[in-house]
């Protein structure tokens, strides 16, 4: 399995997907904005970040933008989760809220194993 970053604002949300990804196998991380999901980028590279995009601070499109210009980060895949999932543009994959949890397992693990989508 693979280490996963969740950043979203809400500690709720970041409880239950943290619930679903560890009953997967997978280790998780969490941030509660973008800025604090840069730096655990930067100190511990996940095999994927999955992100909401309205978020106060950093909101996802933005930190979206940073990962995408750095080629440290650059082909790290990333899974929007968002009430908003349209402005994901860059993301790899983008479900809407509320989710089913057999997609969010289906979407973060292909990410995973095969990584960002081609552009």
Known sequence: MGSVLVVDDEADLRFILRRVLMRAGHEVIEAA???AALASVHASP???VVTDMMMPVMGG???IRRLRADPATAAIPILSVSGDWRLAID???ALA???RTTELLT???????EGRVPT
């Open 61 to 63: 499109v933005e930190l």
């Open 91 to 93: 993301a790899d994959a």
């Open 107 to 113: 979407l973060a693990e292909n990410l995973i194993r």
């Open 33 to 35: 904005d973008g800025a």
């Open 97 to 99: 809220k509320p989710f």
């Open 46 to 48: 996940p095999d994927l």
